[in-house]
């Protein structure tokens, strides 16, 4: 198995639209109220191209020869202001390996290829944002070396005497 990590092409786009339903399909799940299901995204093509074409934004795909198995976006941007100090933060968007491909190293060979472009790239800090839910994400991120540095909390009104 010969396979290769490279940014995305124009062609690659439908594949990674395909790849991302997965993506979609997760977070639709765990979030109703919040995404759309996969069928449902409007805008997604042209959200990719965009990203494509941003020189701040990077569209990865993995896999071999015409076949792609995994796609990761990342985001690159700096950060600060009256109360930060500046700096320059990349951002690990999403990434997904299809699920045939996974356990195999494919998704840590992706990751450390981001981690590095998003160091070259001027990154002071790598970030990447995971659902509290999401305990295999949890362990990967982790075994990359990431840490869990800050809770998001988000408010839901009580609906019942229970909740």
Known sequence: M??????AT??????VERLSDDVQALHAAWKPDIFRA?????????????ARRDANWRVW??????????YALT??????????KT???????????QSEHRRNGIGRWLVLHVLSD???SGADRITVTRWTANDASAL????????????????????GPRD
């Open 118 to 120: 998003l160091r070259a």
């Open 10 to 15: 124009q062609g690659d786009l439908t594949e």
């Open 87 to 97: 700096y320059t933060e990349g951002h690990l968007h999403q990434i997904c390996v």
């Open 38 to 50: 996969s069928a449902d995204v409007p805008g997604r093509r042209a959200f990719f191209e965009n």
């Open 75 to 84: 985001e690159l941007f700096a950060k600060g202001g009256p109360i930060r």
């Open 140 to 159: 990967f991120f982790r075994s990359m070396g990431f840490v869990d540095e800050t809770v998001t909390a988000v408010h839901r009104p009580a609906r």
């Open 2 to 7: 010969s396979i290769r990590v490279r940014l």
């Open 61 to 70: 795909v993995c896999g071999e020869q015409n076949t792609l198995c995994a």
